[in-house]
C-alpha cells in the first residue's frame, strides 16, 4: 500500500508541481473533509496550506472520480435524548406512567442471511426491502453468509416485523437470519432518508437533516420553506445538541475496491480483557492508510464480539489484516467474508479519526494516549458557517 505522507507544510501556500505533491493534497483534503464536510474552500486550503484553486480544483476531480457523497454523521444516542425531551415537553405528570422509553431510542443491529438452494436477485432483494426505514444497508456477501445487513430500528418487534415481511417478499426462497445487537461502534454508516423521516423531531428539524444527508455542502436554504435566519439556528441546535456529531463524506468508489467483513467472538474473555488495549494502541498507531482501510467495526452482544469492515487493496492486503488481529492473540475466534456489491444503501468509506471514537475514550481513561480536547470554534468561523448555510 501506498504510505500517506502528512499534509503538504511550506512556507507560503504553493502550487501542486508533481504526483506525490498531488496524492498528498488528495489525502489532506479528505481527511479534512471527513471531520468537517461544510467548510470553506479557504479554511481548508489554509490548513493543507496551498492555494485555495488546487484545493478547489482537486475536490471536484475527487468528488467525481470518488463518487464522493457529503452527509451528516447522526448520533443515534443524543438523538435519543432530545426525542425525549420533544415528546414529553407537554406531557402531564399522569401520562409519563404511560409512556413506552423503548418506543422512543434507537437500536443497532448487525444481521446475515443465509439462504438454502437458490438465492434472489439483487433487484429481488432490494423490493423485498421495500421503503422499510430499519435497513441502512443490505450487502451479497461470498462465504458463510449470503447477506449482511446494517438495521437501525427502535425495538426488536420493529426489527422482527421486517424480517418477516422481507421474507413474505422473497416467496420461493428459503433462508435463515442471525441477529445481533450493537454495543459500540467505530466508523459509520449513512443513513437513509427514510430512517430520518421517523425521528420525532419538529419538521423544520427533519427537514434540515434530510438536506444536509441528500448534500451537506449545499445551501440548505434552499427550496425548503424556511428562512435563513430559521435555518441557521436549526443547523447550530443539532450541532450544539450533537444529534448531528459533524458532516462528513463517503465514498462509493474508493481507490481500495476490495471490501472484506471479518467476524469475530469472544472465547477467552479474561484474556480479551488483558489484551484489549493493545488492539485499540495498534489501531492508534496505524498510519492514514490503514485508518482508512477499517471503514467500520462493532462490538455485539449475543454471542459477545464483533464485526470489522474493511477496504482493501486485495485479497492479500486483506488477509494480512486478519493475520495481524489473530497475532494480537486476543482470546478471539476469527471468521471472514467478501462483501460483494451493496443492494441497498452504502458503505460509509472514508478516512476518520480515532480520536472520535469510544475506543479512543477508553485508551484516553487509562491514561493510555492524550486526551483529546475540542476546540471552540472562533467568532469568524461561526460567522463564516452562517455564512454557507
Known amino acids: 500500500m501506498t504510505k500517506i505522507q502528512p499534509p503538504i507544510t511550506v512556507g507560503n501556500p504553493r502550487t501542486i508541481v508533481n504526483n506525490e505533491d498531488k496524492s498528498r493534497l488528495e489525502d489532506a483534503i479528505l481527511r479534512e473533509l471527513s471531520m468537517d464536510a461544510r467548510q470553506s474552500m479557504s479554511s481548508m486550503a489554509e490548513k493543507i496550506n496551498v492555494r485555495k484553486t488546487a484545493v478547489s480544483r482537486e475536490l471536484d476531480s475527487l468528488t467525481a472520480e470518488r463518487g464522493i457523497r457529503f452527509v451528516p454523521e447522526i448520533s443515534l444516542e443524543e ?29 443497532e443491529y448487525l444481521g446475515f442471511v443465509e439462504f438454502f438452494g437458490r438465492k434472489p436477485e439483487d433487484y429481488e432483494i432490494a423490493k423485498a426491502a421495500g421503503n422499510s ?19 437501525v430500528a427502535r ?14 417478499g422473497l416467496p420461493g426462497y428459503k433462508m435463515r437470519f442471525w441477529i445481533r445487537p450493537i454495543r459500540k461502534t467505530l466508523g459509520f454508516f449513512p443513513f437513509r432518508n427514510e430512517l430520518i423521516q421517523t425521528f420525532r423531531l419538529p419538521d423544520k428539524y427533519k427537514k434540515i437533516l434530510i438536506a444536509l444527508n441528500d448534500d451537506a455542502r449545499s445551501r440548505l436554504s434552499h427550496d425548503h420553506e424556511i428562512n435563513k435566519n430559521t435555518v441557521t439556528y436549526i443547523y447550530k441546535t443539532l450541532l450544539e445538541y450533537k444529534i448531528v456529531d459533524r458532516t462528513t463524506i463517503y465514498m462509493k468508489n474508493p481507490v481500495n475496491q476490495f471490501a472484506g467483513l471479518i467476524e469475530y467472538s469472544i472465547v477467552d474473555h479474561a484474556r480479551f480483557q488483558r489484551n484489549r488495549n493493545r ?56 471468521h471472514s467474508q467478501i462483501l460483494a456489491r451493496s443492494i441497498v444503501g452504502n458503505l460509509g468509506v472514508r478516512n476518520f479519526d480515532l480520536r472520535h471514537t469510544n475506543q479512543y475514550g477508553m485508551l484516553a481513561t487509562d491514561g493510555l494516549v492524550p486526551k483529546v480536547e475540542k476546540l471552540q470554534p472562533t467568532r469568524e468561523a461561526e460567522r463564516q458557517a452562517c455564512m454557507e448555510l
Open 155 to 168: 425495538n426488536h418487534q420493529d426489527i422482527c416485523f421486517f424480517l418477516s415481511t422481507f421474507q413474505k
Open 133 to 151: 426505514p430499519v435497513p441502512q444497508n443490505i450487502s451479497a456477501l461470498h462465504g458463510k453468509y449470503s447477506l449482511f445487513m446494517y438495521l
Open 79 to 107: 438523538l435519543w435524548k432530545h426525542e425525549l425531551l420533544y415528546t414529553t415537553k407537554w406531557m402531564q405528570k399522569r401520562e409519563f406512567g404511560h409512556l413506552d422509553v423503548q418506543q422512543i431510542g434507537f437500536g
Open 279 to 334: 488492539w485499540f494502541e495498534h489501531l492508534i498507531k496505524m498510519d492514514n492508510n490503514r485508518l482508512g482501510s477499517y471503514t467500520f467495526m462493532a462490538d455485539t452482544y449475543d454471542p459477545y464480539g464483533g464485526i470489522i469492515l474493511a477496504n482493501t487493496r486485495n485479497a492479500t492486503c486483506f488477509e494480512g489484516i486478519k493475520k495481524q488481529i489473530e497475532g494480537l492473540d486476543l482470546g478471539i475466534e476469527i
